[in-house]
């Protein structure tokens, strides 16, 4: 039995190979059990895969079902639903710029990049170090991870950082504002460093270095990992998802933080599962296994019938690579 299975009440294994879900199956067999499940590419040919695909646009982009388009241009919310869709390509079908749609749909977001590295217009004119982390996250592991591109935006979002060294949306510590069609298209609001961290953005954030590899040394992304850990199961110190029910309610591609993608990150960046606050986020997932190996978690969207075992299988890699890892 492999080490980290015996952190846990139950064998999921069984389950995420019997769950009726072929790509939650392939993965398990790859990331779990290391075996060779063939190539990634036949579930790219699911029905399911193909459905999303016949969806995108010529220009790469997937169109928006209903734009409020007296909040953000038709083109803005094509942005996030490009976002969402890249998703579901790279994190549910192994999607990568060797498939056609891919670098069609970079390109796209590509598009939306400014000079300075970030991506801009899911907030109007205001900056999305959020976004502009989750687009660079899914990039990254559909192979763009040498690109200047986002080598730029890594740079953007280390250069955005508040005094404390985590984020926050910069125009949440400016202002009260709300989040409407005139402030959105005014003046770019510069953050006010001096006040503390979102551990909301900051999960965010630390996705995309976790993604890019080459970051479990640097001291800066430590330190914020550990101002992440720091929060767990409290409340943010800004209006948006602020209050602690946030941190257990999950969804699947990982969107917002909580406390499954807090963790993935952690574990991605070479933390300890000694660490206290780690070890205090992993006992929440033990003492919440069922019998049959999955878990019994609040799930805050999502019309897939798999999304359980897309949940339970990322627990299993987060504990898998706590424990395997020797940490």
Same mark, same amino acid.
């Given at each position: 039995?492999?080490?980290?299975?015996?952190?846990?009440?139950?064998?999921?294994?069984?389950?995420?190979?019997?769950?009726?879900?072929?790509?939650?199956?392939?993965?398990?067999?790859?990331?779990?059990?290391?075996?060779?499940?063939?190539?990634?590419?036949?579930?790219?040919?699911? /029905?399911?895969?193909?459905?999303? #695909?016949?969806?995108?646009?010529?220009? $790469?982009? =997937?169109?928006? +079902?209903?734009?409020?388009? @007296?909040?953000?241009?038709?083109?803005?919310?094509?942005?996030?639903?490009?976002?969402?869709?890249?998703?579901?390509?790279?994190?549910?079908?192994?999607?990568?710029?060797?498939?056609?749609?891919?670098?069609?749909?970079a390109e796209f977001l590509f598009s939306r990049q400014t000079p300075a590295g970030d991506f801009r217009g899911i907030y109007g004119r205001q900056y999305t170090p959020n976004y502009s982390a989750g687009i660079m996250e899914l990039l990254i592991k559909a192979g763009?991870?040498?690109?200047?591109?986002?080598? /730029?935006?890594?740079?953007?979002? #280390?250069?955005?950082?508040?005094?404390? $060294?985590? =984020?926050?949306? +910069?125009?949440?510590?400016? @202002?009260?504002?709300?989040?409407?069609?005139?402030?959105?298209?005014?003046?770019?609001?510069?953050?006010?460093?001096?006040?503390?961290?979102?551990?909301?953005?900051?999960?965010?954030?630390?996705?995309?270095?976790?993604?890019?590899?080459?970051?479990?040394?640097?001291?800066?992304?430590?330190?914020?990992?550990?101002?992440?850990?720091?929060?767990?199961?409290?409340?943010?110190?800004?209006?948006?998802?602020?209050?602690?029910?946030?941190?257990?309610?999950?969804?699947?591609?990982?969107?917002?933080?909580?406390?499954?993608?807090? #963790?993935?990150?952690?574990?991605?960046? $070479?933390?300890?599962?000694?660490?206290?606050?780690?070890?205090?986020?992993?006992?929440?997932?033990?003492?919440?296994?069922?019998?049959?190996?999955?878990?019994?978690?609040?799930?805050?969207?999502?019309?897939?019938?798999?999304?359980?075992?897309?949940?339970?299988?990322?627990?299993?890699?987060?504990?898998?690579?706590?424990?395997?890892?020797?940490?």
């Open positions: 039995m492999a080490s980290w299975l015996k952190h846990l009440p139950h064998n999921p294994i069984p389950l995420l190979l019997d769950c009726g879900s072929e790509p939650v199956a392939y993965f398990a067999r790859r990331d779990l059990l290391g075996e060779d499940p063939g190539p990634v590419e036949r579930l790219w040919e699911s /029905r399911a895969a193909m459905k999303i #695909l016949r969806a995108q646009m010529p220009n $790469g982009a =997937w169109k928006y +079902p209903s734009p409020a388009t @007296t909040a953000r241009s038709s083109e803005d919310y094509d942005q996030i639903e490009t976002y969402r869709n890249l998703g579901f390509l790279v994190e549910k079908f192994g999607g990568t710029r060797k498939h056609p749609a891919v670098p069609k749909a763009y991870g040498r690109d200047p591109r986002i080598r /730029r935006g890594l740079r953007w979002l #280390l250069a955005i950082r508040q005094a404390d $060294g985590g =984020w926050a949306i +910069p125009f949440r510590t400016a @202002t009260n504002a709300k989040l409407d069609a005139a402030f959105m298209n005014s003046k770019t609001l510069e953050p006010d460093r001096a006040k503390p961290f979102s551990h909301l953005i900051t999960g965010c954030v630390l996705r995309a270095f976790a993604a890019a590899g080459n970051y479990r040394d640097d001291e800066d992304i430590r330190k914020a990992g550990k101002l992440l850990a720091s929060r767990f199961f409290q409340s943010d110190s800004y209006v948006d998802r602020r209050t602690p029910e946030y941190w257990t309610g999950f969804r699947f591609p990982f969107w917002f933080t909580d406390l499954l993608t807090a #963790l993935d990150t952690l574990s991605r960046l $070479g933390f300890s599962a000694n660490d206290p606050q780690i070890r205090k986020g992993l006992n929440w997932f033990v003492e919440r296994q069922r019998n049959d190996g999955g878990w019994k978690l609040k799930l805050l969207s999502g019309s897939d019938k798999a999304l359980p075992y897309w949940l339970d299988l990322a627990v299993c890699r987060v504990f898998q690579r706590f424990f395997d890892d020797g940490r």
